[in-house]
């Protein structure tokens, strides 16, 4: 069993930045993939990002590349996300989560953090 807590999330104004953080517990982090994903109200889980075991590839969904950046540090078992220029479409509960396979679905995930709410007011 792998557990995945987020923190970082808050209000921040269009344009602004937040830095949301996951820390996983274990000695196998470095087996996951990790990836971001997010819920707004009413709306289907989304795809973020995803990083792949070693740090060296990453996918973006479309509607943040350019302006989210994941990354990891193995050593410490954790998994961040970087959000600049920051719209109110991007307000959602955002999730961390651990698969043992490098993909956007998330079906494929296995284990999931409880959330962490990122508002984003015009």
């Known amino acids: 069993q792998v557990q995945l807590v987020e923190s970082g999330g808050g209000l921040v104004q269009a344009g602004g930045s937040l830095r949301l953080s996951c820390a996983a517990s274990?000695?196998?982090?470095?087996?996951?993939?990790m990836g971001w994903f997010r819920q707004a109200p009413g709306k289907e889980r989304e795809f973020v990002a995803v990083i792949s075991r070693s740090g060296r590839s990453t996918l973006y969904a479309d509607s943040v590349k350019g302006r989210f950046t994941i990354s990891r540090d193995n050593a410490k078992n954790t998994v961040d996300l970087q959000m600049n220029s920051l719209k109110p479409e991007d307000t959602a509960v955002y999730y961390c989560?651990?698969?043992?396979?490098?993909?956007?679905?998330?079906?494929?995930?296995?284990?999931w953090g409880q959330g962490t709410q990122v508002t984003v007011s015009s």
């Open positions: 274990g000695r196998t982090f470095g087996n996951y993939a």
């Open positions: 989560a651990a698969s043992l396979r490098y993909e956007s679905k998330y079906t494929g995930y296995d284990y």
